[in-house]
C-alpha cells in the first residue's frame, strides 16, 4: 500500500516515518509540509540520511490522490479538518492524528477547542479508531484518538464495561512529556521552566476529556462524569496515568488483577502487569505498548490503575498504524513490533 504523509515535521509524523519505513506492506510515495518545501526531508531531519530519499512537497490532494492509497494527517487541530475536505469528498482514506473528527456532539469541538468545527456530516461519518477495541473501520475516515484519552480509556475499560465502579468516583491524574505539547515553542515547554519541575496545566478544560467521556459513555450510559487533571513532567517522551475509583463490591487484590488479566489477554498491545508490579515509563518509550498495573485498598475500596504509553506511539503514530492494520486487514501487530527503547 503506497501512503502519503501530511505534517510530516511534527513530532507525530516524523514517528509515523520512523515506523512506516520498516512496515513490510507500506510504501511512503510522498510527504508535505505547509512550513518546509522543495527541499529533501534528510535536509530537514539529517537522522532520516539515507533512509528517506524524499522531497518535502506541497499539499496537493488531487496528485496526492493519484500516487496514494492512503493519507495520514499529522497535521494540528484546526488544519486537518481544513486539509481533510477534499479527500473526503472524493471518499479517499484518512487517518486524521489530531483531534478535528473525534467528537460527534454539536458544539462539542467548540467548546474545548475554542474553534469551528468540522462539518457536522464528516463528524458523524468519521470512526473513532480507538485500535484495541475494534477489528474494522466503519468508515474510510479514521479519527485517531488523542494520547491522554488512549491511555485513561485502556486504563478504564474493564471497570466502566464490565460496571464495577461506583459511576460518579473516577479521579484521573495523568502525566506527560514534553513532546506532547508538539513542537511549537512556549514558556511551559522552554527548558528552563520544564527543567527540574512539573507543571498542572488545562485544570478541568483538557481537550481529551469530552473525547474520553464520549467513548466512556458509549461504554456505560450511567457514566456522567470524571475528575481529569494534566501535568507537564520533564521527559521528552511518556505518559503516566494514576486512575481511581471505588468498586460498588467488594473485591480482593488478586479478583482485581484477574478482571485485568482476562479483559487484555487477547490484546497484543495492552501488557498486565504481573501482581503487585506498576509499571513505569521506561519500559514503553519507543514501543506501540500500554502496560497496566492495578492496586486494591480493602479498607477504602479504592481501586488503582498505573498506566503508560509512549505519547508519539501508542498515543499518535503507532494507533494510527495499528488503525491502518485494521483498515487494510492485515494482523493488528504488523509493522509495529518495536522493542522499546531501553535504558
Known amino acids: 500500500m503506497k501512503v502519503?504523509?501530511?505534517?510530516?515535521?511534527?513530532?507525530?509524523?516524523?514517528?509515523?516515518?520512523?515506523i512506516l519505513l520498516r512496515h513490510p506492506n507500506v510504501e511512503i510515495c510522498s510527504?508535505?509540509?505547509?512550513?518546509?518545501?522543495?527541499?529533501?526531508?534528510?535536509?530537514?531531519?539529517?537522522?532520516?540520511?539515507?533512509?528517506?530519499?524524499?522531497?518535502?512537497?506541497?499539499?496537493?490532494p488531487k496528485l496526492i490522490m493519484e500516487q496514494a492509497d492512503l493519507v495520514f494527517l499529522a497535521t494540528p487541530?484546526?488544519?486537518?479538518?481544513?486539509?481533510?475536505?477534499?479527500?473526503?469528498?472524493?471518499?479517499?482514506?484518512?487517518?486524521?492524528l489530531s483531534g478535528d473528527f473525534r467528537l460527534k456532539a454539536k458544539g462539542q469541538y467548540e467548546k474545548w477547542y475554542k474553534n469551528s468545527s468540522a462539518p457536522r456530516e464528516y463528524l458523524q461519518k468519521a470512526h473513532y479508531g480507538l485500535a484495541d477495541f475494534y477489528a474494522e473501520p466503519s468508515s474510510k475516515l479514521i479519527a485517531n484518538p488523542g494520547c491522554y484519552a488512549t491511555g485513561t480509556l485502556l486504563s478504564l475499560a474493564p471497570l466502566v464495561?464490565?460496571?464495577?465502579?461506583?459511576?460518579?468516583?473516577?479521579?484521573?491524574?495523568?502525566?506527560?512529556?514534553?513532546?506532547?505539547?508538539?513542537?511549537?515553542?512556549?514558556?511551559?515547554?522552554?527548558?528552563?521552566?520544564?527543567?527540574?519541575?512539573?507543571t498542572l496545566y488545562k485544570m478541568n478544560s483538557h481537550q481529551h476529556i469530552p473525547e474520553i467521556m464520549q467513548q466512556l459513555q458509549t461504554w456505560n450510559s450511567n457514566i456522567s462524569a470524571i475528575q481529569f487533571s494534566t501535568s507537564l513532567i520533564p521527559v521528552t517522551r511518556g505518559i503516566f496515568i494514576t486512575a481511581y475509583a471505588?468498586?460498588?463490591?467488594?473485591?480482593?487484590q488478586s479478583q482485581l488483577w484477574e478482571i485485568y488479566h482476562a479483559f487484555y489477554q487477547e490484546k497484543p498491545f495492552v501488557r498486565v502487569q504481573a501482581r503487585d508490579v506498576y509499571p513505569e515509563l521506561r519500559?514503553?518509550?519507543?514501543?506501540?505498548?500500554?502496560?497496566?498495573g492495578v492496586a486494591y485498598n480493602e479498607v477504602t475500596k479504592i481501586i488503582t490503575v498505573v498506566t503508560v504509553l509512549d505519547n508519539l506511539?501508542?498515543?499518535?503514530?503507532?494507533q494510527a498504524v495499528q488503525n491502518l492494520?485494521?483498515?487494510?486487514?492485515?494482523p493488528e501487530e504488523t509493522g509495529l513490533d518495536l522493542v522499546p527503547i531501553y535504558p
Not at 283 to 292: E, L, V
Not at 313 to 318: E, I, L, N, R, W
Open 4 to 18: 502519503a504523509i501530511i505534517g510530516v515535521t511534527g513530532y507525530s509524523g516524523i514517528e509515523l516515518v520512523r
Open 31 to 60: 510527504i508535505h509540509s505547509h512550513a518546509q518545501k522543495e527541499e529533501g526531508i534528510a535536509d530537514y531531519l539529517p537522522h532520516l540520511n539515507r533512509l528517506l530519499d524524499l522531497p518535502l512537497e506541497s499539499i496537493n
Open 77 to 96: 487541530s484546526g488544519i486537518s479538518k481544513k486539509v481533510a475536505q477534499a479527500f473526503i469528498k472524493a471518499d479517499f482514506p484518512i487517518i486524521d
Open 161 to 198: 464495561q464490565q460496571d464495577i465502579i461506583e459511576k460518579d468516583s473516577i479521579i484521573v491524574d495523568a502525566k506527560s512529556g514534553l513532546s506532547g505539547a508538539g513542537k511549537k515553542l512556549s514558556d511551559s515547554t522552554h527548558f528552563v521552566t520544564s527543567n527540574e519541575n512539573m
Open 246 to 252: 471505588k468498586s460498588k463490591e467488594q473485591l480482593t
Open 283 to 292: 519500559q514503553i518509550i519507543g514501543s506501540n505498548f500500554c502496560d497496566i
Open 313 to 318: 506511539v501508542k498515543g499518535a503514530a503507532g
Open 325 to 330: 492494520n485494521h483498515f487494510a486487514g492485515w
